[in-house]
DNA sequence: TCATGGGGTTACAACGTTGCTAGTCTGACC
DNA sequence: GGTCAGACTAGCAACGTTGTAACCCCATGA
């Protein structure tokens, strides 16, 4: 039924072992046993027993990948990139939902998926700092996201702070002085909604623009509807404002239906910006100014650096490492005349 | 360092067949005998090892799940009800990117990836029906979408044909007469543009409308940017219409961008209507009608009869299987007044 | 009393691979 | 000519589990 190492070593006539070395490549195997072998398993279609092979060694070939959910358009287009590249490394990627629960995260971490994998790329929500003792585990695991900095792993994230700044510059360049912010966590520290509000603060500020609490609207999780109703809320406030700084784009998208429903013109009486650049920012109307927080550079360097862990290649302290972020300037946030 | 059969049984006293046999719910198993080895397994935080498992059994716990690409709402959304069905069974989902391209489609049926899953959730696009003949493999396999219906396999599909004929009959309920349908591939039969092309047809013919050429616009791959590419073709043809059936709900809101680009009044002067019922649509301004193919339906569905068919249990011939759909009714499509 | 049967338990042999060790052979060097 | 290094190949023993078949023992019925 299946073909085995055996069978094809008897084909080649010779031991079962030197196909295995042919496989392996291991050195010192003459040119031609190589070729009688390599023949032998092209005409078998012979193909290694991932499960006798992981037995043995160890390694599966796997990762893990476990995000809050797929639903949220970031999520996807991160997991799309983290496959991808996990492929180009014939890796597969197995994905858990925890959907931002705690408990559901910290079983990913010891929950008994992790058999299946040789490591983790883990993007926590529920979580926080003060659970970074929960990250001590021992196998290979790079955290990614902005819940947790204290943790003693290997964490590649975005320059929020930065980034965040960025943003509120390109709005200030833009001619907006009363700036609202959607999306804040109260209290939040550290997190992308912390994070991203200390940037607002410090480029308005720099600015010599006092920080306003009224202008600044909580949310919880960051969905369309909750940037729609944060909307709702400080528009109902009745503060006067000229920009939006919705601190991802899920939440920007949802705030602006709702300002166009209220029927105010963007960007001419209300600029917003975003941050994430999914793929969807580039169709609203009016399209969507954001930042694009490295994506692609986020999924490449966690999956390198893991895949450098598992092979125990890489024995450096924890690394931090940050993407590059870039504004993509559209319609949304266009100059006042 | 990792804990195996052979140390629970000497923690328990017991053979280590006997602890296997707890493990699997053997029948006849004392009751204290099962106590003290769960008991032990307990102590010792025993962990049955998945790879020793499959090398033994055959079975690796996984499925695989092999769409076009995640950063299409469409199938992220779906990957998500599919993982999360999964889980309630105890099963892990391994997702395959295959881009729509028929090669990496062909390598989801027989790369080496298969070995680590006991069966496919496979969603071609690029593969048609006549390529039926390659779904013709020696795992469990269950087909989704509707490129290929010939295959001699089960199949979980949506009711496309009826389902756009209702979204149409929801565009001429308001009133409207002249459609456009945006997305159509040119001489497509079945697949989901062919079939609800045909739905669209056979509803305004009904209605006593001829079906009208210069009303439908091709478009390639069902990205918003193909949407409102598409939907600039369509008006600078130069030919009216005051409604579009957009095939799907990321054509649909691309083509929203550039109607109210061109500032036409939706709905008053077009309504649009999508399919698919991605999140999204909720928050469009307008918010987007669209068709609610039972995404979740789909899922659950086509999980458990792939599991079904991985136990044997399920011996009858191949299924064929359609979930329920319903019109989301939104703003997008208000009657004319 | 002895065969019978079945509940409860166990020994043994795989599943297909890789790490380690040991071997054989060739050619080069002193 | 003998020794030795290095190239190449092979044998054995795991990795941790489950299927098969066998075992023991006690209760039952003839």
Redesign the pocket.
Known sequence: ??????D??DLA?????????V??N?????????AKVESAIERLG????R???S????RTGAIGLAVPELSLAYFAELADAVITVAEERETVVLIEQTGGDPRRELEALHGARRQMTDGLLFSPLGLGNEDAGVLAVDFPLVLLGERIFDGPVDHVTMENVDAARAATEHLLAGGRRRIAVIGAHEGEVIGSAGLRLSGYRSAIEAAGIPYDDALVVDAGPWHRRNGAEAMRRLLDRGVSFDAVFALNDELALGALRVLREREFRVPEQVAIIGFDDVDEAQYSLPSLTTVDPGRREIARLAVDLLLERIQGADTRPPQQIRSHFGIVARESTDPLA
């Not at 006539?13 to 070395?21: C, D, E, H, L």
């Not at 012979?46 to 027993?49: A, F, L, T």
Request: proline share 5%; glycine share 6%.
């Open positions: 039924m299946t073909v085995t190492l055996r094809v070593a006539g010779v031991s079962f072992k030197t196909v295995s070395n496989i392996n291991h050195p010192h195997v003459a040119a031609d046993t190589r012979y193909r290694p027993n499960s006798a092979r037995l043995r060694s160890g």
